[in-house]
């Protein structure tokens, strides 16, 4: 089974860059989308191609939203604001958007429960629910920026939220015979092997020492692995987001901030995990490159 995560910056732009022609040529049988930012009256037709669409566009206009693409109908869809659910082709019908459920979920993620964050599906297919999630990039913390700090608490407040979120999610997959997958867009380095410039980015945003802390807590052998970094424990990256800015992406300085986390017995079965860097900056889907993985099940 072959599964993506890509933070496409925009399904509008990226279906212009070439979005349609990758999602064709890796043909994989589960996409989570991070970033679709897009008001579903505003879908393109035949944007998400031949695929089932689970997605959580979320409330704030050209922000956010979250999407799965899967192969076959979803068994079920959970979300934790609205969300849509369409059949190959079709187009969103506000009559149908499916209310989320926020029944035990931590209290510090209720604030963002509209804002087209996390989406999860059990697939019909194999014993396997797969969650997408675009995490709240935060900001430098700064003394005499307010605007800032706030941004950056409301960051940290969401990963202690999730990281309760996750705990719950993967005892109650495991209690069901199933595997569990979280995959999608972190904004977090969690080691120096994850970006290009870790000295110089340590009081920055996205590789914050509280951060990476944060990061140690909910991978393990036991709970949730990172797939690629076990996969390739001793290389440096291989990075999924490049700066639009300057030279980053032509000099390869960038950061890995996209994961595939699987509970362990998945993990396990990961048989190949890619980065689907762009060849050239001119070719350039997003800022961020899929991260693919093939997983024997």
Not at 139 to 153: M, R
Not at 178 to 200: P, Q, S, T, Y
Request: one cysteine or more; proline letters at 5%; aromatic letters at 8%.
């Amino acid at each position: 089974m072959r599964i993506a995560s890509f933070n496409i910056n925009g399904i509008r732009a990226a279906l212009k860059r070439g979005f349609s022609e990758w999602m064709a040529a890796r043909d994989c049988d589960v996409v989570g989308l991070q970033e679709v930012r897009c008001r579903p009256a505003d879908l393109p037709e035949g944007a998400f191609g031949d695929r089932h669409v689970s997605w959580a566009p979320g409330s704030l206009a050209g922000r956010n939203g979250v999407a799965l693409l899967t192969r076959t109908a979803p068994a079920e869809v959970r979300s934790w604001g609205t969300h849509l659910v369409m059949a190959p082709g079709q187009t969103p019908n506000l009559d149908e958007v499916v209310t989320g459920n926020t029944d035990g979920l931590p209290t510090e993620l209720l604030p963002f429960a509209e804002e087209g964050r996390y989406i999860e599906v059990d697939l019909a297919d194999s014993l396997l629910t797969v969650a997408c999630l675009y995490l709240p990039k935060g900001a430098t913390p700064d003394p005499t920026n307010e605007k800032a700090i706030a941004k950056q608490d409301r960051k940290m407040a969401f990963l202690a939220g999730f990281r309760d979120h996750l705990t719950r999610r993967c005892q109650e997959c495991a209690a069901q015979g199933r595997h569990f997958l979280v995959i999608g867009d972190f904004n977090i380095a969690h080691e120096n092997a994850d970006l290009k410039n870790w000295k110089a980015n340590q009081h920055n945003e996205g590789f914050l020492p509280e951060e990476r802390q944060w990061f140690d807590t909910i991978v393990s052998p036991d709970t949730l692995v990172d797939v690629l970094r076990a996969q390739h424990p001793d290389i440096n990256g291989p990075y999924s987001w490049w700066s639009w800015r300057g030279k980053a992406f032509i000099n390869d300085a960038g950061w890995r901030i996209d994961y595939h986390l699987a509970s362990p017995e998945l993990a396990k079965r990961a048989v190949t995990t890619e980065i689907d860097r762009d060849s050239s900056y001119a070719e350039r889907t997003s800022d961020h490159a899929a991260v693919v993985v093939d997983y024997d099940v």
